[in-house]
């Protein structure tokens, strides 16, 4: 029963991770559609907006592109990097308690290596979704997710591929990611350590 148990609330923490994520995805999915554009053609992003109202299409599908990858990433990212953590820190808490309810907080270095190792794996499996997302809301054409992955993979055709350019496939999907990673890592240590600790303050306040 108790095994049983266990496998439920593990299973429970990746559901409530993906579910989180997809959440994040539709607020995330507008405002990185408009910083995305204000970065790529140097205007502030009231004239981005400005630009989205006066279009002849409708603003709430314009702001939305890239809206499917953009659940892919944010959902895929929340579900592997806080479900990993929170499987880890259950693990961890039996292992120096014997009962994985306890609410003692983990040592910060133990938070800090693991946030960062489980926040860099969950980068490097979400990343193809971000390239993607980017390379939809980018764009200056609408793209299906469909034409986005076929223009992304087939990116090197052509004179480039016969000059030996080999940007396309499916490496291509994952350019940039070494540097993407490493700053997931860094926030994703420090914004668990941050949180873990504010929690086990008011904690100890409260017991007093």
Not at 136 to 154: G, N
Request: include cysteine; charged fraction near 15%; aromatic fraction near 12%.
């Amino acid at each position: 029963e108790e095994e049983k148990s266990m496998m439920g609330t593990r299973g429970n923490v990746f559901f409530a991770g993906i579910l989180s994520g997809f959440a994040t995805a539709c607020i995330s999915t507008p405002t990185d559609y408009v910083k995305i554009q204000s970065q790529l053609k140097g205007t502030h992003t009231k004239e981005v907006l400005s630009k989205i109202m006066n279009s002849n299409r409708n603003p709430i599908t314009i702001l939305y592109c890239g809206h499917l990858a953009n659940l892919g990433r944010e959902g895929v990212f929340t579900m592997v990097y806080l479900g990993l953590y929170d499987c880890l820190r259950i693990d961890n808490q039996e292992q120096l308690y014997g009962d994985p309810s306890v609410s003692n907080s983990p040592s910060f270095t133990w938070i800090a290596s693991t946030s960062s190792l489980t926040g860099g794996l969950a980068w490097v499996v979400s990343y193809p979704f971000d390239t993607l997302k980017t390379f939809t809301q980018a764009s200056e054409t609408k793209l299906s997710i469909r034409q986005a992955v076929q223009r992304i993979y087939w990116r090197s055709g052509g004179q480039q591929q016969q000059q030996g350019d080999n940007r396309g496939g499916y490496r291509a999907f994952y350019r940039g990611c070494g540097a993407s990673t490493g700053r997931a890592m860094l926030v994703t240590s420090t914004r668990m350590i941050v949180y873990e600790w504010i929690l086990e303050f008011l904690v100890s306040n409260q017991q007093e």
